[in-house]
Structure formats: C-alpha cells, structure tokens
C-alpha cells in the first residue's frame, strides 16, 4: 500500500497529506492575461528560433543559456547551481531573471517536483503555467533527446541533465503528459515547435499561432482522477524543493505506476509512438 511521508528538509517540515489533500488544479490570483509563451531550451535546432517574429509570442521564456538565442526575451529562468558567470551581464527593459525563489512556491502549487519531474524544461514550464495563465506554452530545443555524437546544445556539447538517474524522471514523456493534462484543465493548450524526435508527447505545431483540435483536448479523467488519488496517498511531497534529499525513501514501483497513469491520461494519439514494457 502507498504510505505517506513526512518530509523534514532545511528544519521546514510539512505534512504531505494535508498539502495534497487541498491539492486541484490551481489558478491563483489574476494577472495581466497572456495568451501565447514561447519557452526556449538548448537543444542545437533551438537556433532556428532566432529568425521568427516577436509578434507570434506575448512572451519569450529562456531556460538557461538559451537567452544567447536571441536578445528579445523576457524571463531566464535558471536553477540554484546555475553558474553566475554564464548569466548576462545586463539586463534590458523588460527582461528579468527567475530563480528558485520563483519557481519552487509555483511548482508546489502543482504537486511539487516529484510529480511533476525535476528538470528545468517542467519546472519553466509549471512556472509560466501559474505565473501568466497563458492559453498556449510553444516548446522550442526541449526534445530532451541528446545525439551520441556531435553537440548536444545550440552551444555545443553539454550535460544531458534530463537523462541523469533521478526518481523523479522515470519517464519523460510522463512528466510530459502530466504537465499536458495540468495545463489543458487551466486552459492552456502545450504545443512542441520543434520537428526533431522529442520526449515531448505535446501535438507539433509551428512558429505561427494556431489552436489545437478538440480530439487532443479530449482526456481519461479516470486516469487522471487515480493518478492524484495515488500521488495524494503516497504523499512524496518536499517544500523547499531540494527532493533529492530524500529520494532514497522514495518507492519506484509508485512513479512507475504513476506514469502509466498519466501517460494513459491524454489522448493515445500523442502515445502512441511509445513502447510500453
């Protein structure tokens, strides 16, 4: 049976089954609407994102050294070991950076980083998903898939984070499908621009805006009201964000089986490519 932890880390501790017992799939308080966000990874093709318009995005979110892409963007949203030598050294009107003091209480309000998998591309986006209500967060260099030879990123050759052996990152593609099924419920649509293999499950589209048709807003609410039923009981839930302290109590069976269920969850159109075991 799934057994609740108590998480003490940095001397906060929290109950998880208070927390996930209040847990729905948040919209807090209002700010200025947004319709479109373009989030922007390393991948090498995430260059191409160089020469479209401004005008198909309300907002350019760049993960890490992304912002090297192009100087219009708006957020940087980077992690607690991200090297300040890499971070621009001035800031233009309109640009900010975003740090986990920003997106660790917005990733929380979603089930915290276990569920929802702890790499930068879901935790930029559970971020943009709270802070701007968008109606459509565009992927671009966040397939997450890594050539064996040549470079890895737009900048060359760099670590493959998301592949590392993590307890929240059992299956990519099911953190994908859980940040789906948590963005359509809020009215947000998740689209990959990129045309190269990914991990993203999302429907491909293209710089252009467009809308996605109703057949992949359609979703297993069975699925998806088992799958919270089963993250609420396993309570596997920590504050301060640093989970990996504690993954050594974390049961693999449980994100095993909670991936199945989100993956489940959305339509078999975007699974079916994937090969179950």
Excluded at 234 to 253: A, M, N, P, Q, T
Aim: charged content about 25%.
């Amino acid at each position: 049976m799934p057994r609740l932890y108590i998480f003490s880390v940095d001397k906060r501790i929290l109950n998880a089954n208070v927390i996930m017992k209040t847990l729905v799939i948040c919209i807090p308080k209002k700010r200025k609407f947004m319709t479109r966000i373009l989030l922007l990874g390393s991948a090498p093709n995430s260059v191409i994102a160089r020469k479209w318009s401004k005008k198909n995005f309300d907002v350019i979110t760049a993960i890490n050294n992304a912002w090297q892409i192009r100087d219009d963007w708006n957020d940087l949203i980077y992690p607690y070991d991200f090297s300040a030598k890499r971070l621009p050294k001035k800031l233009k009107k309109g640009q900010r950076l975003i740090n986990e003091e920003n997106f660790v209480p917005s990733q929380n309000k979603y089930g915290g980083f276990i569920y929802a998998g702890g790499t930068m591309a879901f935790t930029a986006a559970y971020w943009i998903l709270d802070h701007y209500k968008p109606k459509q967060i565009a992927f671009m260099g966040c397939d997450m898939n890594y050539p064996k030879e040549g470079p890895t990123h737009f900048y060359g050759t760099g670590d493959p984070d998301p592949l590392r052996d993590d307890i929240s990152l059992t299956s990519l593609e099911a953190c994908a499908a859980r940040f789906y099924i948590f963005a359509l419920q809020q009215g947000c649509e998740s689209v990959n621009l990129s045309a190269l293999s990914s991990r993203l499950i999302f429907p491909r589209a293209s710089e252009t805006p467009s809308s996605l048709s109703a057949d992949l807003k359609k979703f297993n609410q069975k699925a998806i009201e088992h799958a919270l039923k089963l993250e609420r009981e396993l309570g596997y839930f920590v504050l301060s964000g640093r989970y990996w302290k504690v993954s050594s109590i974390i049961d693999k069976k449980y994100m095993l089986k909670l991936d199945e269920l989100w993956l489940s969850a959305v339509p078999s159109e975007l699974t079916k490519h994937i090969r179950f075991s």
